[in-house]
């Protein structure tokens, strides 16, 4: 009996990954943007659900790691397989950036940011892309709706994704290795 469970447990691991590779191949993620290089990709599964694929992308010269701890360049995308209510999305990330414990001084600019928001689509894409000396533009299929050039609005937004305590320590862990 034991052994059957294992045999089906493999099974289930080998369909999660091509499952993965063709998501990933669906969300077609560029191997690079405007001067930066994808780093690594992931799919967000929620009971059993694909919920997203995720790409970020950094100077080339650089690892993933190095370049979120040193707040440089930092693109992160987001294409959806499902349809998302905003205010969802919205009370996911408030959640996450209060377990993370965000400065309250960023509530007025998140606050501006989320009103951004609009109802997810399947085939929607969403990036927040951070620049030095320009700050973090938030992209809805590729149309800037939100910009700011405060860093530490850029690195806790970002950090909902790429710090501890973020929407999902194993998505963070394979953008980031």
């Known amino acids: 009996m034991r052994q059957l469970f294992i045999c089906l447990m493999l099974m289930m691991s ?6 993965d590779a063709d998501r990933l191949k669906h969300a077609d993620f560029p191997a690079q943007f405007e001067g930066l290089a994808r780093k690594n990709q992931a799919v967000l599964t929620y009971l059993w659900a694909d919920v997203y694929a995720a790409a970020l992308y950094a100077s080339a010269d650089v690892s993933a ?3 979120w701890a040193q707040q440089q360049d930092l ?10 209510d905003r205010k969802d999305v919205i009370k ?7 377990r993370q414990q965000a400065s309250a001084r960023l509530k007025p600019e998140l606050d501006q940011l989320h009103a951004r928001f609009r109802n997810i689509r399947s085939g929607d894409r969403y990036a927040l892309d951070f620049r030095s000396g320009r700050g973090l ?7 800037v709706v939100f910009s700011s050039r405060d860093t530490e609005l850029a690195k806790a937004y970002m950090g909902i994704w790429l ?6 320590d194993s998505l963070r862990g394979q953008l980031l290795n």
């Open 14 to 19: 080998i369909t999660a990954h091509a499952n």
């Open 65 to 67: 790691r190095q370049a």
């Open 75 to 84: 693109r992160l995308v987001l294409y959806y397989f499902r349809d998302i």
């Open 92 to 98: 996911a990330a408030t959640a996450t950036l209060e």
């Open 137 to 143: 533009n938030l992209e809805i299929n590729g149309q």
């Open 163 to 168: 710090a501890p305590k973020g929407l999902s």
